[in-house]
């Protein structure tokens, strides 16, 4: 076991040694090497920005590249990077000294968008998205500046299937957070290797490894937020029927364009009996056009 070896990362220093541990760990590696390999995050001299809040999402994140890469399996070189946003009481020195200990090559970025936040969202209004997008714009610049191939962050299942309840409840679209994308400028990947993790996966990793959890005051102090609202019913879905929250996970990957109603994804107009016993695929649908 990778615990049992002389020159096992400082991350997983002081590990548990249970089975349940253990299984836990494995989980979670499994699912994130999927994932790098389901949607070709890997490309050769690849530099990842691993973007760090200080949450236990983050640090799940971290730990797990540095595991794959350890037993070789991500090619990459990886940059660990905090965006100190400026909130009051955010404490400045967990992170660096945490990555300083750990031997993990950062960067500390301090960038008060906190106080562009409080000047332009009105008050009672979420401050999520605005501070979304000032924090990736400052990401992308560091990527750029570092020599960064691609940015990575710590979204996990659950943050997408949320985001796809809030596009669907609030925004009239099906669409969520993309497990790998490339910004608008065409110069960088964003990648998502959590992308199948479980988000209480995450939690009960963090907690074991007892990391330095660092909380997120600014949006966590706000009642009624979108996300937290649709996290609820999810949450009461998968109380009365366990297992709930992967079924619909699942139904993100197995889309059929010609069971949905947009036809910019599928050619209904030129849908006829003649191109069903033409054109039909494995499945016995039309192929797109």
Sequence with gaps: MLDESDDIHPLFHGAPSSTEFKKLRKRIVRHTREAIEQYGMIAPGGKWLVCLSGGKDSYTLLAVLYELKWRGLLPVELLACNLDQGQPGFPATVLPEFLQRMGVPHRIEYQDTYSIVMDKVPQGRTYCA?????????????????GCTAVVLGHHRDDILETFFMNLFHGGRLATMPPKL?????????????????????ERFARAMNYPIIPCDLCGSQDGLQRQQVKQILDGWESRSPGRRQV???????????????????????????????????EGLPKLR
């Design 182 to 202: 490339v910004n608008e400028e065409g110069d960088l990947f964003l990648y998502r290797p959590l992308a199948h993790v479980a988000e209480e996966d995450c």
């Design 130 to 146: 605005l501070c979304s997008r000032l924090r990736r714009g400052n990401l992308y610049r560091i990527a750029r500046e570092e």
């Design 248 to 282: 619909m996970f699942r139904a993100l990957m197995n889309a059929r364009p010609s069971h949905l109603l947009d036809p910019k994804l599928f050619d209904f107009m030129g849908l006829t009996t003649e191109s069903i016993k033409s054109d039909a695929n494995p």
